[in-house]
T-cell receptor, first 112, second 113 residues
Framework: NAGVTQTPKFRVLKTGQSMTLLCAQD?????MYWYRQDPGMGLRLIHY???????AKGEVPDGYNVSRLKKQNFLLGLESAAPSQTSVYFC???????????FGSGTRLTVV | DQQVKQNSPSLSVQEGRISILNCDYT??????FLWYKKYPAEGPTFLIS?????DKNEDGRFTVFLNKSAKHLSLHIVPSQPGDSAVYFC????????????FGPGTRLSVLP
């Protein structure tokens, strides 16, 4: 049982480049989330989805877009990467209200 | 301003002793709290939760205490084991609807053999 899988695990981008981070879960969870973790800041919610075809903004959505075309996948896109987006990105999923999160192992992104 | 604070970035404890990790919050509307544990190169894993209708919740060696008047919660680990060495995140939400948890910055616990 894979749980939540994030790809890639590491990536270095140049300023202005674009990329997509993929999150896949095999637990049939309704809710999916993208967080970023920065030193001293904890985990901050970027975007989330409460079901296939739905997305919503979290605390720090600027510079990111997301899509949830299939229930098991949640994509995070950076259209024009900036050094401020250097971070570790975590995807998570949950059954919904009243459920804890299952996190992926993270993607370390460096923008130079 | 951070709504969830973990003022100790790190904590060292001897194996077998008690570890106490603290968390303070500023939003009096928060009524559901969780603790997550994170090992290096892994995602956080759920540890224990508590809702505001309780002031204590236990799960094996882990106990979470909630003091609503002080807006403070703590995680006690007894006895501490070397495998408990990890970063611990406190998270809080208004209701438990699954999408609005606010995380603290984490405390790195080192349990020394």
């Amino acid at each position: 049982n894979a749980g939540v899988t994030q790809t890639p695990k590491f990536r270095v981008l140049k300023t202005g480049q674009s990329m997509t981070l993929l999150c896949a879960q095999d637990m049939n969870h309704e809710y999916m989330y993208w967080y970023r973790q920065d030193p001293g800041m904890g985990l901050r919610l970027i975007h989330y989805s409460v079901g296939e075809g739905t997305t919503a903004k979290g605390e720090v959505p600027d510079g990111y877009n997301v899509s949830r075309l299939k229930k098991q996948n949640f994509l995070l896109g950076l259209e024009s990467a900036a050094p401020s987006q250097t971070s570790v990105y975590f995807c998570a999923s949950s059954r919904g209200a009243g459920s804890g999160y299952t996190f992926g192992s993270g993607t370390r992104l460096t923008v130079v | 301003d951070q709504q969830v604070k973990q003022n100790s970035p790190s904590l060292s404890v001897q194996e077998g002793r008690i570890s106490i990790l603290n968390c303070d919050y500023t939003n009096s509307m928060f009524d559901y709290f969780l603790w997550y544990k994170k090992y290096p190169a892994e995602g956080p894993t759920f540890l224990i939760s508590i809702s505001s209708i309780k002031d204590k919740n236990e799960d094996g060696r882990f106990t979470v205490f909630l003091n609503k008047s002080a807006k403070h919660l703590s995680l006690h680990i007894v006895p501490s084991q070397p495998g408990d060495s990890a970063v611990y995140f406190c998270a809080a939400s208004v209701g438990n609807y699954g999408q609005n948890f606010v995380f603290g910055p984490g405390t790195r616990l080192s349990v020394l053999p």
